[in-house]
């Protein structure tokens, strides 16, 4: 029994990360400076169907592929970072510091997202320069907030309809 939930679990985690994948690699739309993608949404997503430390896990290697695949080796190891912590810290939100409140995803989502933006921020800044790290912001914010209404859309949608549940429990 034990190793047919790991099973689950880890089916469950690949789909994920394969998601995330796909809305950061196929579906971009062009900002300055870059992209904006559906890719934050499914890692919101994955939190919340597989808890902080899985959904962070599916998320960050999720992210990482699409930037391996697309040519952007340099950022493959900070964006792995930078998706991990930015759902950790939305899981923590969900399982731990407020477990009973109704939106604590969407508490978490922001509070992870502005972790990231700052992380982003960071990383443009030593690998490319303050200037860089500066011209970056806008996109990263806007990233970050699509995907928060986006999920806040999936989420309701989900809820409404009984799919949440049953993705959870599948």
């Not at 919101?44 to 902080?52: H, I, T």
């Not at 950022?75 to 969900?94: R, S």
């Amino acid at each position: 029994m034990r190793s047919e939930t790991s099973i689950k679990t880890l089916t469950k985690m690949a789909m994920m990360a394969t998601i995330t994948f796909v809305g950061i690699y196929a579906v971009k739309v062009p900002v300055p400076n870059g992209y904006v993608h559906i890719g934050d949404c499914m890692i919101f997503l994955s939190v919340l169907l597989l808890g902080a430390k899985r959904g962070a896990l599916a998320g960050g290697i999720g992210a990482a592929m699409a930037d391996l695949l697309a040519g952007y080796m340099h950022w493959v190891f900070p964006t792995f970072i930078i998706k991990y912590i930015m759902a950790v810290i939305m899981g923590q939100f969900v399982e731990k510091i407020m477990p009973t409140m109704k939106w604590n995803w969407l508490i978490g989502a922001a509070v992870g997202g502005i972790v990231q933006i700052i992380l982003y921020f960071v990383a443009d800044t030593v690998m490319f320069g303050m200037a860089l790290g500066i011209a970056d912001i806008p996109g990263n914010v806007i990233q970050t907030v699509a995907g928060i209404i986006l999920t806040g859309v999936m989420v309701g949608l989900f809820n409404k309809s009984g799919i949440m549940g049953r993705l959870k429990d599948i």
